[in-house]
Each structure stands twice: as structure tokens, then as C-alpha cells.
């Protein structure tokens, strides 16, 4: 099972830039599917993004175009950067490792707020 902490949140106005960072300890990183999720006040997680290798890239239709997930093995550790960020990005974050289907780590969260 890996551990994973995440770093890279703030707030920013409508239309800035930030990137997430999640650093994974443990072993086996390359072999997990790793994805990033948020969760907005009075609502449910969602899945933003997941990556198995450079190939195999998903996003939710909301961030498709503006957010992009990417992952350096060798240094365990897993990206999101956000381009043109909207009000509705406000949320947690959440880096999240799977395996077999199910979600086996998650990391703490790290807030995005987008507000003028």
C-alpha cells in the first residue's frame, strides 16, 4: 500500500493557474492507477482525472481541455496541473491510488479555492 501527500493548492482568481502535486511512499507506485478526485462543499466526490501510463489518460467532461494529469514514476509522484480555472473548481482535492477497481490509498486533500 502506498502513502500519499498532497501539496500545490491556494487560491486563485478566475482564469489563473495552479498544480497539484501528490508524493506517493511505498512501493510498487508504477503499478497503481492513480487519479486525482475533488469535493466541493455539500456535494459528492467526483473523479476528475486518472492515469495508468502516458496512454491511458481519463477526465471528467468538466475539466476536459483545461486540466491535465501526468506522472513521474521515478519520482513516485503524480501531477495535475489546472489551466483556466472556473468558480465551480473550488473544492478539495484529492490524490487517490487503485488497484483491481478500488481506491486502497487516499492522501489528505489540499484546497482549491477560484474567487475573484
Known amino acids: 500500500q502506498v502513502q500519499l501527500v498532497e501539496s500545490g493548492g491556494g487560491l486563485v482568481h478566475p482564469g489563473g493557474s495552479l498544480r497539484l502535486s501528490c508524493a506517493a511512499s511505498?512501493?510498487?507506485?508504477?503499478?497503481?492507477?492513480m487519479g486525482w478526485y475533488r469535493q466541493a462543499p455539500g456535494k459528492q466526490r467526483e473523479l476528475v482525472a486518472t492515469i495508468i501510463n502516458g496512454d491511458s489518460i481519463n477526465y471528467a467532461d468538466s475539466v476536459k481541455g483545461r486540466f491535465t494529469i501526468s506522472r513521474d514514476n521515478a519520482k513516485n509522484t503524480v501531477y495535475l496541473q489546472m489551466n483556466s480555472l472556473k468558480p465551480e473548481d473550488t473544492a478539495v482535492y484529492y490524490c487517490?491510488?487503485?488497484?483491481?477497481?478500488?481506491?486502497?490509498?487516499w492522501g489528505q486533500g489540499t484546497q482549491v479555492t477560484v474567487s475573484s
Open positions: 487517490a491510488a487503485t488497484r483491481a477497481g478500488l481506491v486502497s490509498s
Open positions: 511505498g512501493s510498487r507506485f508504477s503499478s497503481y492507477v
